[in-house]
């Protein structure tokens, strides 16, 4: 595609400087996606909370994020990226604020409803700048960027929390979002450019309420299915029904889109115009399905099976980050070059392989150096994966469409984020379980004969929290001991092989998904060059 094509709007002057500003906000939304979940313990303590009550308070941040990103995407089509990441920001800044304020698990959750909010409207925007500042051929290394952020704060925001919580109170999570949030505001009235649709919008009202109602429906049913066992909520309320409804809801918006007179909150021309983007978005959907629960198996193996604190876990994995950034800035360069399908694919199959690595080197006893190999491929292929999805998915769209199309496909991945979770940590849990019982059984002759039973029984339960068991309180201190030390054997026995499966299920998945990568057409004519390139 020609520079000089008027679809194309004209690259900012400093688009680098843009995307960086811009890309703080991404990052901080991100990082607190992740943040918060290795002070749950401090907060159960301080706030005097149920591990119920702090769930929500991560898991509301989750929900708000992923069920309003389609109608945040295309309110930047609406009023102009700019301002929608100003509001967005600065939401985010002051519900950090409050985050940090909150005497009660109530305000705690109620400020997180607000981050989330923020977040989501920030998010989309980023991606939507990136088309409507760079020429065709440097938005390879600007999703590079988007990439390296994309893949380096999940990672980071644990060590950031352990880092923090060892030195300052749980509150500074929060409270350091503040003067960020404000010097990134500054900087994008400043440096960023007013980018203004050419002319009037409408916002589909019809349209916003069918979405989020039905994705709201089907990310609480994903998040909180295993809590309710999967069956009932309240009264006639039960998850089946909670994503029945979800799903019809989801069902009556595509139709409304297709027959509103208005502007669509979700053009269906995307899935037609767009050369890669309804692959890319399938592709995406089955990435994150596979990829979510591999961080969460890890720390779990870590800190839990292997004892280390969430600072060392953290890390152990840090490793996997740096790659993971390095690897972007290298593969947003390489899709400018080659397109992104080739790339896309070796790094999913590269993911698949590091996966299966780390099957083969985490064992009861494993330390970091003998996860390393597994990890550095892990990082390598997550670093040629988040970009040339992100550039192959959006490659083609119309820029009048980048906000909707960013809201459409960051959608996806959540919805497949969620999914990933719930699947993935349900093959976790019924592994362990499974193999838990077996475990405990062939230690239980260690104990004293009175115990055999109620060991069995507390590592079981344990189990399902992924946690070995407690010695009962009424037990003498050697006892005691004895009971939580052949507790710990059993736990880290049977979580391994549970986390064996659960990583060749994720590695599956992406081997999945790379096979969709030759669904893409090649370019024929190699990639775009602006006038300016020659």
């Not at 929900?63 to 009023?79: E, H, P, W």
């Not at 409270?175 to 440096?191: D, H, S």
């Not at 069956?231 to 029945?244: E, N």
Request: proline content about 6%; some cysteine; aromatic content about 8%.
């Amino acid at each position: 595609m020609s520079a000089s094509n008027p679809a194309e709007p004209p690259a900012a002057q400093r688009p680098w400087l843009v995307l960086g500003i811009l890309c703080i906000g991404f990052f901080m939304s991100l990082l607190d996606g992740t943040v918060v979940n290795i002070a749950i313990p401090t907060l159960i303590a301080s706030l005097h909370a149920s591990y119920d009550q702090v769930l929500w308070v991560i898991d509301a941040y989750l929900l708000v994020f992923s069920a309003l990103l389609i109608t945040t995407g295309r309110l930047g089509d609406v009023f102009g990226y700019r301002r929608l990441f100003l509001i967005g920001i600065s939401t985010f800044t002051v519900a950090s604020a409050l985050c940090g304020l909150a005497q009660s698990p109530a305000q705690l959750l109620a400020a997180r409803v607000l981050q989330g909010l923020g977040g989501a409207v920030l998010f989309p925007q980023v991606i939507s700048s990136i088309l409507a500042s760079f020429p065709p051929d440097r938005r390879g290394r600007a999703f590079g960027v988007f990439g390296a952020i994309a893949g380096f704060a999940p990672i980071v925001g644990p060590i950031a929390g352990g880092f923090i919580l060892a030195h300052l109170s749980w509150r500074w999570i929060f409270f350091v979002n503040v003067p960020i949030g404000i010097a990134t505001a500054a900087l994008a009235l400043a440096f960023v450019p007013d980018t203004r649709p050419n002319r009037s919008h409408k916002l589909d009202l019809t349209g916003v309420v069918l979405a989020t109602a039905g994705l709201s429906g089907i990310v609480f049913a994903l998040i909180e299915g295993e809590r309710y066992a999967w069956g009932t909520v309240t009264g006639p309320i039960t998850i089946a029904s909670l994503v029945a409804a979800g799903v019809l809801l989801l069902l009556l918006f595509v139709g409304w889109q297709r027959v509103q007179r208005g502007e669509p909150l979700m053009p269906l021309e995307l899935f037609t115009s767009g050369r890669g983007f309804p692959t890319g978005n399938w592709i995406g959907f089955v990435f994150q399905l596979g990829m979510i629960g591999i961080g969460l198996v890890l720390v779990v193996y870590l800190q839990t099976a292997r004892g280390y604190s969430p600072l060392q876990a953290g890390l152990v994995l840090l490793p996997n980050a740096v790659l993971t950034a390095v690897g972007s800035a290298v593969a947003g360069r390489l899709s400018d070059r080659i397109g992104g399908k080739y790339v896309l694919m070796a790094g999913l199959a590269t993911l698949a392989l590091g996966l299966a690595v780390l099957v083969v080197t985490a064992g009861e006893d494993s330390g970091a150096w003998r996860l390393l190999p597994g990890l550095v491929i892990v990082g390598l292929g997550s670093g040629a994966t988040f970009v040339p999805l992100q550039h192959v998915t959006m490659e083609g769209v119309d820029p009048r469409l980048a906000g909707a199309a960013s809201g459409v496909s960051s959608t996806t991945r959540q919805i497949g984020g969620v999914l990933g979770t719930a699947v993935l940590g349900a093959v976790l849990s019924t592994r362990l379980t499974a193999v838990l019982r077996h475990e405990a059984e062939e230690r239980a002759g260690r104990l004293p004969a009175g115990l055999r039973t109620r060991f069995v029984e507390s590592t079981v339960a344990g189990g399902r929290r992924f946690s070995p068991p407690s010695a009962p309180h009424d037990l003498p201190p050697a006892h005691a001991a004895l009971f939580e030390r052949v507790g710990h054997e059993a736990f880290t026995a049977g979580y391994v092989a549970a986390m064996r499966l659960t990583l060749l299920v994720s590695a599956a998945l992406l081997v999945v998904a790379a096979l969709f990568c030759l669904v893409f057409k090649s370019r024929p004519d190699g990639p775009p060059r602006d006038a300016a390139s020659g």
